[in-house]
């Protein structure tokens, strides 16, 4: 493996992780009624994908 390249994948699921973390954010904060529902929006922000994990789960009825 050459080293100019042996980590681009690392980037690639960092730049995907880090725009679905934003864009989570954005979402259940616009939603949000109160305080503690914003906090509790920015946990679901930075565990967002173990959510779309399971939803997906759930939808394919593993």
């Given at each position: 493996?050459?080293?100019?390249?042996?980590n681009?994948g690392?980037?690639?699921?960092?730049a995907?992780?880090?725009?679905?973390?934003i864009?989570?954010?954005?979402y259940?904060i616009?939603s949000?009624?109160?305080?503690?529902?914003?906090?509790?929006?920015v946990?679901?922000?930075i565990?967002?994908?173990a959510?779309?994990?399971?939803?997906?789960?759930?939808?394919?009825k593993l």
């Amino acid at each position: 493996m050459s080293e100019s390249g042996g980590n681009a994948g690392g980037a690639v699921g960092g730049a995907v992780y880090g725009l679905g973390f934003i864009g989570a954010l954005v979402y259940f904060i616009q939603s949000a009624t109160s305080f503690w529902d914003g906090a509790y929006g920015v946990f679901q922000a930075i565990v967002w994908p173990a959510y779309f994990v399971y939803e997906a789960f759930h939808f394919l009825k593993l």
